[in-house]
C-alpha cells in the first residue's frame, strides 16, 4: 500500500493536485484496495488515465469471494463522501472494480 500510496501521490503532483486533493485520492485508492482485499482478491492493480480529471481504476485479479468485512460500509462512505460517485464493476456476481475521478468539474 505504501508504494501504491507514493506512486499516486507522484501521478497528484504531476496533474498539478494541491495537497488535500492528493490526500483524498490517496486515501480514495487506499479504500478501494481494502475493499477488494476483504473480498478476497490477492493482486490488486491501479491504473490512472488522464482524462477530464484523473480517472482511476483499482482493480482486483484472480478469484475474490462474495463476502466483504463489516469495515466495507465504512470504506464506502468514505469513498462516497469524498468523491460523490463511483462506478464499481462485479465479475461473476463478485466486486471486482472500483473507478472514480478527481480533479473534474462535474
Known amino acids: 500500500m505504501t508504494t501504491v ?7 497528484c503532483a504531476v ?10 485520492c490517496k486515501v480514495c485508492i487506499t479504500e478501494g484496495l481494502l475493499l477488494l482485499k476483504h473480498r478476497g482478491y ?4 491501479v491504473r ?14 484472480g478469484e475474490g469471494e462474495e463476502e466483504g468485512s463489516p469495515e466495507d460500509e465504512i470504506s464506502l462512505a468514505l469513498l462516497s463522501a ?13 466486486l471486482s472494480s472500483i473507478t ?6 462535474k
Open 5 to 11: 500510496r507514493l506512486a499516486a501521490g507522484g501521478v
Open 15 to 24: 496533474k498539478g493536485f494541491d495537497l488535500d486533493m492528493s490526500e483524498d
Open 42 to 45: 490477492t493482486v490488486g492493480r
Open 48 to 61: 490512472f488515465f488522464e482524462e477530464e480529471g484523473l480517472r482511476i481504476s483499482v482493480e482486483g485479479e
Open 82 to 94: 469524498l468523491l460523490g460517485e463511483i462506478e464499481t464493476t462485479e465479475r461473476d456476481g463478485k
Open 100 to 105: 472514480f475521478t478527481m480533479g473534474s468539474e
